[in-house]
């Protein structure tokens, strides 16, 4: 199955209904977001003595009246957020639905915070980026962009994190996270590059629940090393109790840098994640 595929018109409609939802359950959703700077946006925020040059428009008039003094409306300006979706493109997550789970997953956080008047920048790892998305008549091109994302070969997290440019505001960070990078340090550096982060971690369904059998050839996707390996219980156990270590340690490294962890199963429905990562962000 292709992404254009993946990516229905249904799919777009429940994107749709909860963009206006969220829009409904708070005043700062979306473009709308609330910020410290002072503005001309429709709600109050605090008032300063008049100057000189001020345009009386703005000025409150009935508390010249009760004080005989001039005083000035502020207003919280409201800005577009920065949402940065940054895809691993490591050779292991093309295993399995992995890719095509990161691609839809992308696409669907792409229409849905330019629904919200947001600004989506996406970083393919090691790739050239597409930014300056505002509007839902952009996804077309967003979709192409992911489309033409190939997962291949073996990829220091953290370096290439290091050469993004990334615009201060939310990250989402979609990887399997299986490297030999530091978490902790990885994710220090999204805080000190100004990120809000959200670390999505996908696996495929295969990776969460492996099946026992007699024997298997193991390869590492992305240097082609292969081990031989029995898939007994013990095995199991052994692999099941290092996957709980690894996704502990994602968690934790998130939690160090004010961030949030997220687990993505590729058998787990698009919109269950797209609403714990609204819910958060």
Known sequence: MTLREAFTSELMGSLKRLTLQLKSETTTAGGRRKSRAKGQSVEFS???????????KNIDWKSYGRLDKLFIKLFSEERQANVNIVIDTSGSLGFGEKGLYAKLLSACLCYMFMLN???VNIYALDGTPLTDLTSPNMIGRAVD??????FSGEK?????TKA???RQGSCIFIS???TDDNKTELFKLLAYKRQKLHAVT?????????EAGEDATLEDSENQKQMAVILDKNALKRYKDALDKHLADIANAAKKAQGRFYLAVTDT???????????QS
Not at 46 to 56: C, K, L, M, Q, T
């Open 46 to 56: 605090d008032f300063r003595n008049y100057v000189p040059g001020d345009s009386i």
């Open 117 to 119: 008047m947001d600004r």
């Open 145 to 150: 962009y992911l489309e033409n994302i190939e």
């Open 156 to 160: 220091s997290l953290l370096n290439s």
């Open 164 to 166: 993004l440019n990334l």
């Open 176 to 178: 399997d996270f299986f």
């Open 202 to 210: 996908l696996l495929d369904k295969t990776e969460m629940t492996p």
């Open 269 to 279: 429905h698009v919109m269950k994640i797209i609403r714990e990562l609204t819910a």
